[in-house]
């Protein structure tokens, strides 16, 4: 019976591997169309322009529920570990876990390259081709797509019995997500940035169990940086 559980076990990790891969992929549908959109339409093109980041925003808010169902699955699985309510308490993880990033970004963003970074670039020029379309996907459906994908899904599916490892790959993998690799000239500070922004959001998962309390927090990261 203890093989029969370990091979089962095995199997789960190879399968959820490929559902994250699978899903990381997804995630980054909805930017790459409207990057590929923006180097063939004319900024003139006011109409084209309301067309395609309405699609676009249409197209994340479909990914987004398909990733909420995909999560809800997950925590069943799971025991439901990660489903309790959230308290009074929560909300000071939550204030305190937005000191942390504040303090974390004042003491990074000063070192942190101004250009050359292709992520952030390619974000940048999309915000000036699709401002409107463009604040609402990084200020709101952004952080609910990256804390589905890598707090709750990553905690529930990977190491739920070593939680610090989970915590710890998660945040490593969501900084390494927000560089661009191929390029070869990573800059470390934004990387180590990223790295500790996820390990805030990944312990205020953990400890309020609820994915709200990480959402919320990404939310308010992600809205104070788009109105700076």
């Known amino acids: 019976m203890t093989i029969i559980k370990t091979n089962n076990s095995g199997w789960a ?47 994340s808010i479909l ?39 504040l303090l974390i970004n004042a003491a990074t963003i000063p070192f942190v390259k101004t250009s050359g970074n292709a992520n ?20 709101f459906i952004g952080p609910i797509l990256e804390e589905i994908l890598f707090r709750g899904l990553f905690l529930n599916w ?5 939680r610090w490892l989970s915590i710890g790959l998660s945040s490593v993998i969501f900084g390494t997500f927000h560089v661009d690799l ?12 990223k790295i500790l922004l ?11 169990k609820n994915l709200k309390a990480s959402i919320t927090l990404h939310i308010l990261n992600n809205t104070l940086a788009a109105l700076v």
């Open 63 to 101: 990914i987004t529920i398909l990733f909420w169902q995909v999560y809800r699955k997950a925590v069943t699985d799971n025991n439901n570990e990660f489903e309790q309510r959230l308290h009074k308490r929560d909300g000071l993880l939550v204030a305190a876990g937005f000191i942390a990033m």
């Open 198 to 208: 996820g390990l805030v959001l990944a312990l205020v998962y953990s400890r309020t």
């Open 158 to 162: 990977f190491f739920p019995h070593r």
């Open 120 to 139: 952030v670039d390619s974000l940048t020029s999309l915000l000036q081709s699709f401002t409107f379309f463009m604040l609402l996907f990084v200020a």
């Open 182 to 193: 191929s390029s070869g000239q990573v800059d470390p500070i934004y990387w180590l940035s």
């Open 13 to 59: 990790t190879v399968r959820h591997v490929g559902y994250f891969c699978l899903l990381l992929l997804a995630e980054q549908l909805p930017l790459t169309g409207l990057s590929f959109a923006s180097t063939i339409v004319d900024a003139q093109q006011t109409q084209l322009t309301y067309v395609l980041g309405s699609l676009f925003l249409i197209i």
